[in-house]
């Protein structure tokens, strides 16, 4: 079984930092992509950043310039450094990694995705 875990939230004011950790814990073959997902109520869950095994890594326009995605294969880690926070922000941050895991026949599987349970960001003065 997979399973991730984030740690980080918490309650900054506008212009603060946090930075978000994900570990993934569990029986796996391969970590292929790992990212940040973020949704307030009654919306619908989007895309923050995410970076590939092979390092390439993308933004949402929204945090261009303000927050920056890192991975630390060998820990199996992924964080997420959030500057210049807006209220805007927001929101039930959840990790997400696409892992090809390992089947019932014993080989590793197409990547699946799994999710972190979230950890709540608050920006507000």
């Known amino acids: 079984q997979v399973h991730l875990e984030e740690s980080g939230g918490g309650l900054v004011q506008p212009g603060g930092s946090l930075r978000l950790s994900c570990v993934v814990s569990g029986r796996f073959f391969r970590i292929k992509r790992m990212g940040w997902y973020r949704q307030t109520s009654g919306k619908e869950r989007e895309l923050v950043a995410s970076?590939?095994?092979?390092?390439?890594?993308s933004y949402a326009d929204s945090v261009k310039g303000r927050f920056t995605i890192s991975r630390e294969n060998a820990k199996n880690l992924v964080s997420l450094q959030m500057n210049s926070l807006k209220p805007e922000d927001t929101a039930i941050y959840y990790c997400?990694?696409?892992?090809?895991?390992?089947?019932?026949?014993?080989?590793?599987?197409?990547?699946?995705?799994?999710w972190g349970k979230g950890t709540l960001v608050t920006v507000s003065s």
């Open positions: 997400n990694a696409d892992i090809r895991a390992y089947g019932v026949n014993g080989f590793p599987t197409d990547g699946v995705d799994y």
């Open positions: 970076i590939t095994g092979d390092g390439l890594i």
